[in-house]
């Protein structure tokens, strides 16, 4: 008889009052699509953050851009000495070896002008120097003479087009050199009222070597005339050939190279001018003849190349604390097929094109960079830049002019620039260095992010050091061993504090802490001294009393008995610091010659760093303190959350409270306490006010505790207002902000891997 099959089992519908609502069950897979949503937005939000911030610095890397725009015909009968472009780029000109002036106007191809310089028509140039920041150009002839021109550019307008006209102005100079006989090499240097000229004639197949001091002065009717204050007779002072012949723009200096490779330098004090310097700037090399000798913008660092095709850069400095500026190798780029053919210096950076041959570089001398660079098909003459660094001019072989549009706008960038040692003008070594800033347009900027990276750690490490014990032993204290009433009182005032603006941190730091420290550290010293080992005293001496005495204090109120004593030795500690002062900190005042007390005298003098009143050590106390309560409430959160069964199965096997906090409840908490310092120091890292008020705000390079400082995000908070939309200094405001990024996002990530090993560590417990 086959098997009976039986129905299945039927459940029993559950009771009404046990379903879920659909209400809720809405709800339900709402909230869990509206968290994954949100979840996705911070990230992509976060993702655009980064790529925004990335955007801005790419360009920081970039070479630059150089288009080539026209090609026009010059003269072909003229031989040309030297190149000169106007502002805009618009009207070269060209000097031959007759003394005319070729004015090309590339708006109108086949439109020249020629201006001459001397009535005669057999003149010949033998000697020239020109400067175009100045726009000026000074000849010496065959016969002897010497003259300076003025180029200036006047804006015409009719017919409907705009066109430039020319204005050239021809000033005789005084009668330095001797007629009849030929100028080698001549320049002029004009600081406004005082004025140096100075030239190299051969005479008779011997050069002879003169200077003369020329003053103006300036009145209300304008300027006066210019008379010879004193002549200087160098002839006997330069031994052999003279080659090369620079005067400075501030009219203090002349430089002269001689045949055998050898550079004087003549510095006029007053009315004197003595040789400062000689020096063989290629005394290493085979061939030690110089070529190339000329200023970069500034007229602080020369450029020289010699005929291996050398190119080193030597600039003024003081090789000491004391003493006198001098030249020094400070920079040296890749070596030219041959000897330099032509140079042209920027006049609004420190830019440079040198070339030999077919072969053209665009360079900067602060990052030592090649900026661009091409090969011709015909060598290459001469060279220009325009003022406004967007135009170069050269002239070929073919005498045709090539016209180039220039696209360099951060050229002061690089990974150099901003993470290397770059030796700067007047320094007397390569260093880093941030100054954005400068009051001429000489002025090299330093954009050095090292600094305000060290500036970072170290004030974040300084209100570490602070907060940290702090923070921690409150926190242990108050969710181990504190009464709860007396924890419903801290913890709300803890978390109060870390409201408190840092503006008014960082205003109470600078005008009421650091005026009191600058002259207490001996007795800060003494109480950080004194304070620990009077708790740990005074925990040695609360453990060997009877257990009589002990049990009359109620649990947790221990520590009305240790306030008192801390009370104590802080208080010691600030009495006896000048006590300790006047013992240990004794030095030589240098003012008076006395033997004084004085720690902000004895730490120069002892370690050779500075003392400032706003320094990290008041940036610790200061931050600590806004760091504290964000580290006491997460890590007493963590402490507090670890289970009660653990903590009472220790102390039912016998381990005492100490021990209970130490060996069960931190190493179960190392997760969320290590969540809170990461916590802190995410604070610390990011902040700006108390940076700024409370440090003096200096960006340099120092571990010097009692130095100043400044941190990338004090540095964008102080320079992003005024930086320019799109300048090199915008986008380098940008890098520090992308480091931040980086920074913050590395030491999260460090973080959460090492919370999570810690979690599957202690996950047992």
């Given at each position: 008889m086959p098997e009976a099959v039986l129905p299945p089992p039927t459940r029993a519908p559950l009771p009404q009052r046990y379903e879920t609502a659909r209400s809720t069950l809405w709800w339900d897979r709402f909230m869990n699509r509206f968290i994954t949503v949100g979840g996705v937005a911070i990230i992509t939000v976060v993702l655009g953050i980064f790529v925004f911030i990335l955007w801005q610095v790419l360009p920081l890397f970039r070479g630059a851009t150089v288009q080539t725009l026209q090609v026009v015909p010059a003269s072909d009968t003229a031989e040309y000495l030297a190149l000169g472009l106007d502002e805009y780029g618009e009207m070269p000109f060209l000097l031959d070896r007759r003394g005319r002036l070729h004015f090309v106007e590339l708006n109108r191809p086949g439109q020249h002008r020629v201006h001459p310089l001397f009535p005669e028509d057999n003149v010949e140039v033998t000697a020239w120097r020109y400067h175009p920041g100045r726009q000026e150009l000074l000849c010496g002839t065959r016969d002897g003479r010497l003259e300076r021109i003025e180029i200036r550019y006047r804006t015409v307008h009719g017919g409907g087009e705009r066109r430039l006209d020319p204005d050239v102005q021809v000033?005789?100079?005084?009668?330095?050199?001797?007629?009849?006989?030929?100028?080698?090499?001549?320049?002029?240097?004009?600081?406004?009222?005082?004025?140096?000229?100075?030239?190299?004639?051969?005479?008779?197949?011997?050069?002879?070597?003169?200077?003369?001091?020329?003053?103006?002065?300036?009145?209300?009717?304008?300027?006066?005339?210019?008379?010879?204050?004193?002549?200087?007779?160098?002839?006997?002072?330069?031994?052999?050939?003279?080659?090369?012949?620079?005067?400075?723009?501030?009219?203090?200096?002349?430089?002269?190279?001689?045949?055998?490779?050898?550079?004087?330098?003549?510095?006029?004090?007053?009315?004197?001018?003595?040789?400062?310097?000689?020096?063989?700037?290629?005394?290493?090399?085979?061939?030690?003849?110089?070529?190339?000798?000329?200023?970069?913008?500034?007229?602080?660092?020369?450029?020289?190349?010699?005929?291996?095709?050398?190119?080193?850069?030597?600039?003024?400095?003081?090789?000491?604390?004391?003493?006198?500026?001098?030249?020094?190798?400070?920079?040296?780029?890749?070596?030219?097929?041959?000897?330099?053919?032509?140079?042209?210096?920027?006049?609004?950076?420190?830019?440079?094109?040198?070339?030999?041959?077919?072969?053209?570089?665009?360079?900067?001398?602060?990052?030592?960079?090649?900026?661009?660079?091409?090969?011709?098909?015909?060598?290459?003459?001469?060279?220009?830049?325009?003022?406004?660094?967007?135009?170069?001019?050269?002239?070929?072989?073919?005498?045709?002019?090539?016209?180039?549009?220039?696209?360099?706008?951060?050229?002061?960038?690089?990974?150099?620039?901003?993470?290397?040692?770059?030796?700067?003008?007047?320094?007397?070594?390569?260093?880093?260095?941030?100054?954005?800033?400068?009051?001429?347009?000489?002025?090299?900027?330093?954009?050095?992010?090292?600094?305000?990276?060290?500036?970072?750690?170290?004030?974040?490490?300084?209100?570490?050091?602070?907060?940290?014990?702090?923070?921690?032993?409150?926190?242990?204290?108050?969710?181990?061993?504190?009464?709860?009433?007396?924890?419903?009182?801290?913890?709300?005032?803890?978390?109060?504090?870390?409201?408190?603006?840092?503006?008014?941190?960082?205003?109470?730091?600078?005008?009421?802490l650091a005026p009191r420290l600058e002259t207490r550290v001996p007795s800060v010293l003494l109480i950080l001294v004194l304070v620990p080992l009077a708790a740990l005293a005074m925990g040695a001496l609360w453990s060997r009393l009877p257990v009589v005495w002990r049990a009359r204090v109620r649990p947790g109120y221990e520590f009305l008995a240790l306030v008192p004593v801390l009370g104590l030795a802080g208080l010691a500690g600030w009495m006896w610091g000048p006590v300790l002062e006047r013992w240990l900190f004794v030095v030589t005042d240098p003012a008076t010659g006395e033997r004084v007390a004085d720690f902000r005298l004895w730490w120069p003098a002892f370690t050779g760093a500075d003392f400032q009143q706003r320094n990290s050590v008041v940036v610790g106390f200061v931050m600590g303190f806004a760091v504290i309560p964000i580290i006491f409430t997460l890590a007493e959160d963590a402490l507090s959350n670890v289970p009660a069964t653990l903590r009472s199965g220790s102390l039912a096997l016998g381990a005492s409270r100490w021990q209970t906090a130490l060996y069960i409840v931190l190493p179960t908490a190392s997760a969320g306490i290590f969540s809170a310092l990461m916590v802190g120091l995410g604070r610390a890292v990011g902040e700006t006010m108390i940076v700024v008020m409370a440090t003096g705000n200096t960006p340099i390079l120092s571990f010097n505790p009692f130095s100043g400082m400044r941190t990338l995000s004090a540095n964008l908070a102080v320079e992003l207002p005024e930086a320019p939309h799109h300048s090199t200094l915008y986008r380098t405001l940008f890098l520090g902000a992308l480091l931040l990024f980086v920074f913050t996002f590395v030491i999260n990530t460090v973080a959460e891997i090492l919370r999570q090993r810690l979690r599957d560590r202690f996950k047992t417990l």
């Open positions: 000033q005789l100079l005084p009668a330095l050199a001797r007629p009849g006989h030929p100028v080698r090499a001549v320049d002029y240097g004009d600081s406004g009222t005082d004025k140096l000229v100075a030239l190299a004639q051969e005479v008779e197949g011997r050069f002879e070597v003169r200077a003369a001091l020329l003053t103006q002065t300036r009145g209300l009717l304008g300027a006066g005339q210019v008379r010879v204050e004193a002549t200087f007779d160098l002839t006997d002072q330069v031994p052999g050939r003279l080659t090369h012949l620079l005067v400075n723009r501030m009219a203090d200096a002349i430089l002269m190279a001689t045949a055998e490779g050898e550079i004087l330098y003549f510095h006029r004090e007053g009315r004197a001018l003595r040789l400062r310097q000689r020096f063989r700037p290629f005394e290493d090399c085979l061939r030690t003849e110089i070529v190339l000798m000329d200023f970069l913008l500034g007229d602080v660092t020369l450029v020289l190349g010699n005929a291996e095709g050398r190119v080193r850069l030597y600039s003024l400095f003081r090789p000491g604390a004391e003493g006198d500026r001098v030249f020094g190798r400070t920079k040296q780029f890749p070596d030219l097929a041959g000897p330099p053919a032509f140079y042209c210096a920027s006049q609004r950076n420190k830019a440079f094109v040198i070339g030999q041959g077919a072969e053209v570089r665009l360079c900067y001398a602060t990052t030592e960079k090649v900026r661009w660079h091409t090969d011709l098909e015909v060598p290459v003459q001469l060279a220009a830049l325009n003022s406004k660094y967007d135009r170069l001019v050269l002239l070929d072989a073919q005498q045709n002019l090539r016209v180039y549009r220039l696209e360099d706008p951060h050229p002061e960038a690089s990974w150099r620039a901003f993470f290397g040692r770059v030796w700067y003008e007047g320094a007397d070594r390569p260093r880093f260095e941030w100054q954005s800033t400068g009051g001429s347009d000489a002025f090299e900027p330093k954009l050095s992010m090292v600094p305000l990276m060290v500036g970072t750690l170290k004030g974040t490490f300084y209100a570490m050091l602070f907060a940290v014990p702090v923070a921690l032993l409150a926190a242990l204290y108050v969710s181990q061993f504190a009464p709860p009433e007396f924890r419903g009182v801290v913890k709300p005032t803890m978390e109060v504090m870390a409201s408190l603006p840092s503006v008014v941190l960082g205003f109470l730091g600078a005008l009421w």
